[in-house]
């Protein structure tokens, strides 16, 4: 069920980021039995964002497993759960500590269907909480999305909202195929909104228009979107004018929306925190070089961090890795001027 | 320890039905494995991989497990295993052929045995990738309180050296699952000796670091195994947690139609084994102990063989895949990385 | 040392990309104690290309290590000596079981200078055959470079030619940081070339300029860049001109060569094994369309494998998966009329 | 088994000297762990990360160590352990404050204690991923053949389910390396009791599987933790190949300053456990055997508090990391991505 108006007037509720996962995460594991949650420090300590706080005593700790520290096994096992007819919910406790799993998430819980011609399938979500501006150093702060978007029998979505987080945190549980599902950690409480009551989804693979403008599409997910509507909305003032795209999903994405947009604006600008060779932006430009070329009337823009290995702990490492609602800004008035 | 030789038939309760169930099992992987290898030679298949010196560890393991309940999470040396929860030859052929019908729809390479009505849990090649799987599908299986349900999960000694079959058995362990561990340590991992894959060469051994027991036996004596799988099942069908069996085997033929095992052994080596054989062996103690006569078993050659030839036969004539069919089945419905 | 035709006089000899890289690490280990090999049945096997066949006899057991069936640690362990001033040459015996050593070598190798600040290095080299075309089924053909590309900290090559085998080997084990050598293995009997003697090296980073032509640039790698000059040359006879360029390094890549060529052609196909999405040719398609837009006369490009999770084993569906010189010549010819 | 209490002073041959040293730095580690602590509460640094309960065994070890030529692999619990073989209480401060002298540029968290001069190899958060090059260390030593140097791998509990840390065992088993890998059993991984970690509680009776010796030892005793290490490196120096030793302790703090662990532990846990408090314990073991006076303790607390107080000091007042930094050191030179 997607999202309609009258659920959002219904009851809606206001919740941040975290809110809204644990309020998905709640329901689901009342309205079906099949639904288990598995990861390390889940139980007595609810996760350490406390996303799963009091679960394991209403649901038990056959529902909610605290893992030995073995994230292969972590995905692994919840892949042999979902060929089994369960829908494990796999949590990574940052998605730096995601590489050991990459065996079973890219070579196993992907290929599961494809490889048995359908006689088997992977029904399995991995949560899991990226990126930085949380002080989380060189291995708490990665953004992973890249590694994977490249994988066929993947699905990956890194929502930016709490409506959107419940959306496609529902359309990820109810999914018949492995879903990567990305927490963007330094919006978990920073960033709240309504979210709707009731059971819904939002279909993986739309993206979002949050804000129409003329002159320039700008592309952008997670905490950056937040930072980019920060800055087209700085930027109305100035009298340049700013879309806004929130792609939401990043596998598959919205061609239709992104060239919608372009051939609109004739410009492009792709916003992400992670680094830029290879990046997802990588992608979005290729697609639209391919299928908009002729509308375009500026190169195509990336605006991302700087391929270095991570950003650094100290806060002025940090602070150059990171972009800003200024950065984007100042990136957004230079193309647009162009 | 090397593997036994045994002396007299003790046939542990056996009836002479599921004693030539277990002999007719033996041929028909010997006379697959056989045809495989003449397939590559007469070039009409690319690839084969046989599991002979493995025939009596697998019979005996498939006739304690249940069909329509257990769950099987073999590995590709698992022919004999498959064979006797349920597979046919034609599937095999099929899969061998690379045809249409194949369960895999000719996407594996021959040797991924799967079959979701059979309880055979798809594998990819990834060594050891399966072992957490097959842990998964135990944990189902005690979350819904299914009394009288295990899973057999197998894999080859060098295959222990995996950080995943760690994490899994460890994970077993601690939930007390419903699976048994089987390793069939035929000694080699393609050129790499047991020696190279572990300090101590007892693999049963590992089992007390996690809390479980563990076993050796002799595989190449199917009642034997029969024996010690259907025991391990049993305590995991009835609550009592997971067990690491060790089946001492040995591979005969190289390790693929890819390898040469005459660079990293020798041929006395291998002929030393065989005076083992396990099908020979067999074959005599059913004969010695009155269970078939010199007829009984020449008969069932000759049936075996016929099985397969029918089966060759059928799978040949089967379509290949389509080009179409590289499409299907990434997602459920027709899903594009660009919407 | 660079190539120098001196060289390639003096006593080049023919070979082809096995016989290249067995050659290459036989000079190293001679030239060289620090060099070690350690992998699956690399000793009295000598791989399963026999890439290393009797090594093991001239170099020892100390030097030709047969590793237990455990690629994490294969990669970890090397990564420990590199730290400690050996130069490690591990190898993974088909790309696609690098994945369980996907966190030893992105979180680990990839980092070890980076996170010690330059204290630490880690000049590891890790080959690994790759690729399809030989009825490698589902697990053991996977082209495994754009899963690895986006890392900093890391450096990649795939080279076609046997001398260029030689040359980024040679580079690769020189270099102070991790090298992904990538071999694509239907080229390792099929592709025979001159191969200078002696030590020499190519720089990574550097593509080949193997064709020039004047409408329409192609960008290559590995097996296919074999077919991308087969069906060059054949087009010569239509009138139709095609230059064509062979990357040979991943990460780096040679911004120079590639906008040189576009610039003059005013067109860019992308041709590469691997399949599209995030594939290695959509960061080459953004660096075009954020540095050279406005040379383009036509879209940019991008021939790959189709996005599913594998070729299959039936001839039918590995045939439908990989291109051809026929389908590259025919993409070629549209592009060039567009 | 739980924590012995040590009730008279066993010296094991150590000299009233070294005895004084273990209690030096069990006493600093207990300083500059508070330190961390208080900045944290004044705001001054978002993370700290503590080793109470370690001190004991940390010290004991460190002593075990020579200092330049043996190679520690730490981990980020491994305080005692680091400034026993030689980092200063400056560079743990440089690290906390994540200040521009620090090992690591800032770029790790604290507790991810690095030197090469000293032979503290560099390692990343991600648990277990150093074990397998404590283990390629291990085998450059070897290699080399330096007799009469060894690895000390130390990791927590939680930590050997990770499957590089069996790969890592297993490997350096087969090949007799000279590693010594300690397990710091603090019966806690933040939240996950041992209990889930393992089914059964002794994680020294592993290494029979591995076939390497392996030994438990109370980690709240500093000279019974020295002897056994002291024990394992010499075998390891001597060519006798590795060791899986497991010191029992606990972690009285939380798992770190991101942690209560009030959410799933008692209060009354971890007082109880606090009854054996190894620094108290030891102080009195030192006092009534006579190895130092109430004043020569009440002495050495200020020294280290001075010493604490001067290193918060200089690392605060140093720089910052420039935003330039950020670049450097990606590859050796610089490199972009495109050329
Ligand atoms: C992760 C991974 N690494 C390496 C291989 C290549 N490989 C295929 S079979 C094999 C040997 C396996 O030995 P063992 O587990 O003893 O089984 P056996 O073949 O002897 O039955 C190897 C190394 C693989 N398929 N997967
Ligand atoms: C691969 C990986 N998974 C998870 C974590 C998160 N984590 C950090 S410390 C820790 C607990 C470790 O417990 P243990 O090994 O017993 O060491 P202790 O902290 O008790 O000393 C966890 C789960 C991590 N850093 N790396
Ligand atoms: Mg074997
Ligand atoms: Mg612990």
Redesign the pocket.
């Known amino acids: 069920m997607a999202v309609t108006t009258s659920d959002m007037t219904a009851s809606a509720q206001t919740m941040n980021n975290v809110e809204a996962v644990r309020a998905t995460l709640y329901d689901a594991l009342r309205s079906d039995d099949r639904v288990i949650i598995l990861g390390?420090?889940v139980g007595a300590r609810g996760n350490v964002f406390l996303i799963t706080k009091d679960f394991i005593d209403e649901f038990g700790e056959r529902r909610i497993i605290d893992t030995p520290?073995a994230?292969a096994s972590i995905v692994g096992i919840a892949v042999g759960m979902a060929m089994e007819g369960l829908r494990p919910i796999a949590e990574i406790?940052?998605a730096d500590?995601i590489y050991?799993a990459f065996n079973q998430i890219v070579g196993e819980a992907a290929k599961t269907r494809y490889r048995s011609n359908g006689e088997y399938t992977c029904p399995l979500v991995i949560r899991t909480p990226y990126g930085g501006g949380v002080r989380g150093a060189l291995?708490h702060s990665v953004s992973v999305e890249a590694l994977f978007y490249h994988v066929p029998g993947l699905k990956i979505v890194a929502p930016a909202f709490p409506a959107d987080v419940k959306g496609l945190l529902n359309a990820s549980i109810d999914d018949p195929d492995p879903v990567l599902f990305l927490e963007h950690k330094k919006t978990y409480r920073l960033i709240k909104g309504e979210v709707p009551a009731g059971h819904y989804t939002i279909p993986i693979g739309k993206a979002n228009l949050l804000k129409e403008g003329t002159q320039l599409s700008v592309v952008s997910y997670g905490l950056y979107v937040h930072w980019a509507l920060e800055a087209a909305n700085a930027l109305d003032a100035e009298g340049i004018s700013v879309e806004v795209i929130d792609l939401r999903s990043i596998r598959p994405m919205d061609r239709g929306t992104i060239l919608q947009s372009v051939e609109k604006t004739r410009k492009l600008l792709i916003v992400h925190e992670d680094n830029k060779f290879g990046g997802v932006g990588a992608e979005i430009s290729a697609m639209v070089a391919e299928e908009a070329l002729f509308h375009l009337d500026a190169p195509i823009r990336r605006l991302c961090a700087p391929d270095v290995p991570a950003m650094g702990y100290a806060e002025t490492l940090e602070h150059e890795y990171m972009s800003s609602p200024a950065k984007i800004a100042a990136a957004m008035r230079e193309l647009a001027t162009f | 320890m090397s593997v036994k030789t045994t002396t007299a038939l003790d046939r542990r309760g056996l009836s002479d039905d599921q004693l030539r169930r277990l002999f007719a099992n033996m041929l028909l992987q010997r006379q697959l494995d056989n045809r495989g290898f003449q397939l590559n030679r007469q070039g009409k298949v690319p690839f084969a991989l046989g599991s002979e010196g493995h025939e009596a560890l697998q019979a005996g393991a498939a006739l304690a497990f249940e069909r329509g309940k257990d769950v099987l999470a073999p590995y590709y040396r698992d022919l004999g295993l498959c064979l006797g929860v349920g597979l046919t030859p034609y599937e095999i052929m099929l899969s061998i052929f690379a045809r249409a019908g194949d369960h895999n729809g000719g996407r594996q390479f021959p040797n991924h045995y799967s079959s979701k009505s059979l309880g055979i849990l798809s594998f990819s090649s990834i060594l050891a990738a399966h072992i957490p799987h097959a842990v998964g599908a135990a944990y189902v299986i005690a979350y819904r309180g299914e009394v009288g349900r295990a899973v057999l999960c197998t894999c080859g000694d060098g295959t222990t050296s995996e950080g995943e079959w760690h994490e899994s058995v460890n994970f077993a362990s601690i939930h007390r699952l419903p699976v048994v561990f089987l390793v069939e340590n035929n000694l080699w991992a393609i050129s790499t000796p047991l020696s190279k894959q572990m300090a101590q060469p007892e693999i049963w051994k590992r089992a007390a670091g996690y809390g479980m027991p563990g076993k050796r036996f002799n595989g190449f004596d199917p009642i034997e195994t029969y024996a010690c799988v259907k025991e391990a099942l049993d305590r995991a069908r009835s609550g009592g947690g997971p067990t690491l069996l060790e089946g001492m085997c040995y591979r005969f033929l190289a390790h693929s139609t890819d390898d040469n095992d005459m660079t990293y052994r020798t041929k006395e080596e291998v002929v030393e084994r065989r005076k083992n054989d396990p099908v020979q062996r067999f074959e005599a103690l059913l004969i010695e102990g009155g269970v078939m006569t010199r007829d009984d078993a020449t008969a069932m050659k000759q049936e075996v063989l016929a099985q397969t030839n029918d089966a060759t036969d059928r799978a040949e004539a089967m379509p290949f895949p389509q080009a179409h069919d590289l499409y299907a089945n990434v997602y459920e419905g027709a899903w594009e990385p660009w919407q």
């Open positions: 390390e420090d520290i994230e406790q940052f500590f050991p291995s």
